[in-house]
Every structure is written in structure tokens, then in C-alpha cells.
């Protein structure tokens, strides 16, 4: 058994080019051969979201607090709330974060590829899309 301490491990702002406004990334677990599992506890301030972006084997998000939202590409933008799991299959193109007026916390799980890759991240999301509903 291992444990790592919440201590040992600091929480880390989201990088401008793959987020709109502030966000901040607590790495929760990332897998050790053979493992490929990524677990990552994200918020959202009010307003702020991903990029566009798609993970090669599919991502699971679970709301843990406050209110978000998700989009997959040619699908409405939909609310998530304290509770939700949201499933995005391989590939699908899509966008998560915070309403305008409330913060957002979820779990992030993923897996790499054989590459290592579990996210591929694209343009922002624009102003007019994040509103979109």
C-alpha cells in the first residue's frame, strides 16, 4: 500500500491556453504501469471552463460541488450538478466547466492511450458558445 499525502502534492493553476478564466488542478492519482488511469479534482471559478478538447479512451466526469456545465460538439449545452456523472465516449469532442454564477468542483477520470495521451486539447471555447443555452 502507498499513500500520498494531499500535502506532498500542490494544487496547480490550469494553464491559460487550455482554460478560460481560473482554474485549479489537484492531481489525484496518475497510474503506474500497467496502469493508465489519471483521477484529477478540478475547479471552476464562476465562468470558467476548458478548452475544446477530447480524450482518446473517453473521460467520466462526477460533480462533486456547485453548478457546471458540459457540451458535447453539435449537442446543447446542458447543466450539471453536485451528484451528476457525466460519460463522454472516445474521441468526442466537448467542453466542461463552471456557470456564470456559481464555482464548480468535479473529478476527472481518464485514461492514457499506449502514447501516454489522455487529453487532446483544441481552441477555446468562445464567448457565444459557453452561452449557448
Known amino acids: ?6 500535502k ?20 489525484i492519482a496518475v497510474g503506474a504501469e500497467p496502469s493508465r ?7 471552476f471559478e464562476p465562468g470558467a471552463r476548458t478548452a ?11 460533480v462533486l460541488s456547485g ?3 458540459v457540451q458535447l460538439d453539435g449537442e446543447p449545452v446542458r447543466e450539471i450538478h453536485p451528484g451528476d ?7 468526442e469532442r466537448h467542453w466542461h ?3 456564470a454564477g456559481n464555482t464548480m468542483v ?16 483544441l481552441e477555446p471555447v468562445s464567448d457565444e458558445d459557453y452561452s449557448a443555452r
Do not use: C, Y
Open 1 to 6: 500500500m502507498k499513500i500520498v499525502s494531499s
Open 85 to 91: 456523472t457525466v460519460v463522454i465516449a472516445p474521441n
Open 106 to 121: 468535479h473529478l476527472a477520470l481518464q485514461e492514457a492511450d499506449v502514447q501516454g495521451v489522455d487529453v487532446v486539447w
Open 67 to 69: 453548478s457546471g456545465l
Open 37 to 43: 488511469l489519471r483521477a484529477f479534482r478540478v475547479s
Open 52 to 62: 475544446w478538447h477530447r480524450h482518446p479512451i473517453g473521460q467520466t466526469l462526477h
Open 8 to 27: 506532498d502534492r500542490a494544487s496547480r493553476k490550469g494553464k491559460a491556453e487550455w482554460f478560460t478564466g481560473g482554474v485549479w488542478i489537484d492531481e
Open 97 to 99: 466547466g463552471a456557470t
